[in-house]
């Protein structure tokens, strides 16, 4: 049996508890053993893309130091798993530390690659036959590299038919601190990226990014349209039990 380091994100610990869960499920589902630590936080991406070096440094560090034996460190979100594997090299690359950090990141992998890459599960489709869209979040596109394996594991559903929207790669405007320092410009990034979703008549939309959905989700509420966000993993732990979505 196959063991995994399962990292739960902070909004996923705050805000998508059941995102967590069923992420957890469906690695069980394939027979993988997981091992949950309690005393995990945060990645640092706030405080690295806020300019705090020195504090995401201690951040990283305590994460190293915490997955310490060699399992695979497997994550549900493009955006933390890009900056646990690629950025904490930039941030370490003259640093004493930066062995060790290097293979640490070398462990970190988002769970849709290692769901379609590593595993190549089959998927047995058990829903109803449903027209979605997909959005793209900006640390899984262009860091992560996460977006193909993403995208393979909805094609692997049978019932499921996937439109792309025409802007797929365009931000949504959360970028984590930017929706609070910048709300108007973020606010009218999230009603272009709706605007798309609309175009494509989907009434679903899904995406891997915890903070994406959350904002797309949200300006959707505020706006009265019948369009539902679900997260990645949600949407394919509920497909394999054929839960309405």
């Known amino acids: 049996m196959k063991k995994v380091y399962f990292y739960a994100t902070c909004l996923g ?10 992420a957890i499920k469906l ?3 394939f027979d993988v053993e997981v091992i949950f630590k309690k005393n995990q936080t945060c990645c640092a991406q706030p405080s690295f893309n806020t300019g705090y070096f020195k504090e995401s440094k201690t951040v990283a560090m305590y994460n190293a130091e915490l997955f310490d034996e060699d399992y695979p460190i497997v994550v549900p ?3 933390c798993a890009g900056m646990m594997s690629h950025d904490y ?7 004493k530390d930066y062995e060790k950090i290097k293979a640490f990141s070398s462990r970190v992998i988002e769970l849709s690659q290692y769901l379609n890459n590593v595993l190549n599960v089959n998927l047995e489709d058990k829903g109803e036959p449903l027209k979605v869209t997909w959005h793209s979040n900006c640390h899984a596109l262009r860091v992560q590299n996460s977006i193909e394996s993403s995208k393979a594991l909805i094609n692997k559903l049978k019932n499921v038919e996937l439109v792309s929207l025409e802007f797929e790669e365009e931000c949504c405007g959360f970028g984590g601190t930017f929706c609070v320092k910048e709300p108007e410009i973020s606010n009218a990034m999230a009603r272009a990226k709706i605007d798309d979703i609309q175009k494509t008549g989907a009434k679903v939309v899904v995406s891997g990014d915890g903070g994406c959905l959350l904002n797309i989700s949200g300006t959707m509420s505020k706006m009265n349209l019948d369009i539902k966000g679900i997260h990645l993993y949600d949407f394919l732990f509920k497909r394999l039990n054929g839960e309405a979505i």
């Open 77 to 79: 979100s493009g955006s």
């Open 13 to 22: 610990s705050a805000c998508l508890q059941e995102t967590v869960l069923n």
């Open 27 to 29: 690695l069980r589902l």
């Open 89 to 95: 090299l930039e941030l370490f690359k003259e640093d």
